[in-house]
């Protein structure tokens, strides 16, 4: 990944940040934080039902690295201003800021794999270029995050591999991805909406560099799927690339989304716990 | 999909022997790593490893336990492990 190296001291606290940065960075935490809890909630619906025990016991504790993850982002909005317990369980579905993907559960073992090379890898990027961020609350966090999110990758990973080898669930696989590249490309958004972002040292790289970054992560895999060239993805010279053309129409640079109104009733009232609203702790 | 066996070593250490704990099936080494730093994840382990089955040379047994893989429908983890890190150790000794 290029990333973008910029001068100055670092920001100990929200309120010592520019003040056209301080919302972009709040976009851009609340994006991370639902989009990680949402993640989790989909790794916890496959926790019974993948293909082995060994399978199903790492999709439950991803789901766990995941929840802990969002509870980690939540809490720096507090910085700003937000109740994090406030954004965790009251909010309404079209609050959230997950990407589309994440809204619904999926229907087989290899769209969890897609989601999970996919969606999970692009969060991780995200997170990847806040390591050495300016942001002190946030630059704390994230190493130990992302030690973990490398288990994730070598899941997705292992698992895409395998898949594409099989002959009977390969074309399943496939499909699940090419739904999914599109978007998730978009996922990292336009230039001109991190630009302060960069420009402070807050995130460490333009969102075409992550997008980069992302394709040489995920683009190696889909190789040893045997995937690659039908999805459009190659490398030339070192660098990843994909041939198709990403659509803005209907693109909030705030969410992060395209369109529909947020995760489905019943992944909502998981999400924020409705069933044991009565027992939330203060 | 056939899935071989890797088994599990780890330490609480730097000290210590890397030590048998478990075993999981995996379709390859990638896959092995996560299953057994997910599945055994009762200690803050300084060090794992993981061995496919297949690559352990008995040397004087020819009824070593990690000879032959066991049949699919045996292929359970922690079965034929040592329930926990410690082993023999604990009070029951574990499953050897």
């Known amino acids: ?282 | 999909m056939k899935e071989p066996v890797y088994e599990v070593f780890a330490r609480k250490t730097r000290e210590e022997p890397l030590r048998h704990i478990g075993y999981v099936n995996a379709m390859d080494g990638d896959l092995a790593r996560v299953y057994a730093w997910k599945t055994y994840d009762e200690q803050n382990w300084f060090e794992m490893c993981v061995v496919p089955r297949a690559q352990i040379l008995p040397v004087n047994r020819h009824e070593s336990s990690f000879l032959p893989a066991p049949p699919a429908d045996e292929a359970v983890v922690h079965s034929r492990a040592v329930a926990s890190y410690g082993g023999s150790e604990m009070a029951g000794g574990g499953v050897r």
């Not at chain 1, 050495?132 to 292992?158: I, M, W």
């Not at chain 1, 209907?250 to 909502?268: F, K, L, M, Q, Y």
């Not at chain 1, 999400?271 to 702790?281: C, T, Y």
Request: proline fraction near 4%; charged fraction near 30%.
């Open chain 1, 1 to 282: 990944m290029s990333t973008v190296a910029a001068p100055g001291t670092a920001f100990e606290r929200a309120d010592a940040l520019p003040g056209d940065v301080r919302a972009p960075l709040r976009d851009l935490i609340l994006v991370l934080a639902d989009s990680k809890r949402l993640l989790g909630i989909r790794y916890s619906d496959w926790m019974l039902g993948a293909p082995s025990l060994e399978a199903g016991i790492s999709a439950s504790s991803m789901a766990q690295d995941e929840w802990g993850h969002g509870r980690l982002t939540y809490a720096l909005l507090g910085e700003f201003g937000d109740e994090p317990k406030a954004l965790e369980h009251e909010r309404e579905a079209s609050e959230y800021r997950n990407p589309e993907a994440l809204d619904r559960p999926v229907r087989s073992w290899s769209e969890l794999v897609a989601l999970a090379l996919l969606v999970d890898t692009a969060l991780a990027v995200q997170y990847e270029a806040l390591v050495d961020s300016r942001y002190t609350p946030v630059r704390n966090r994230v190493q130990k995050l992302l030690d973990e999110e490398a288990f994730h990758f070598q899941y997705a990973a292992g698992w895409a591999r395998g898949l594409g080898k099989s002959a009977q669930v390969r074309g399943e696989l496939r499909d699940a991805v090419a739904s999914l590249l599109p978007q998730t490309l978009r996922w990292f958004g336009r230039a001109e909406a991190a630009e302060r972002l960069v420009q402070e040292g807050i995130v460490r790289a333009r969102p075409d560099a992550l997008r980069e970054r992302f394709l040489s992560c995920i683009g190696p895999v889909l190789q040893d799927a045997g995937l690659a060239g039908e999805l459009g993805v190659g490398e030339r010279d070192g660098r990843w690339s994909w041939s198709g053309e990403i659509g803005w129409e209907g693109w909030d640079d705030t969410t992060r989304r395209a369109g529909g109104s947020g995760p489905d009733e019943e992944t909502i009232a998981r999400v924020r716990g409705d069933k044991n609203r009565a027992l939330l702790m203060d």
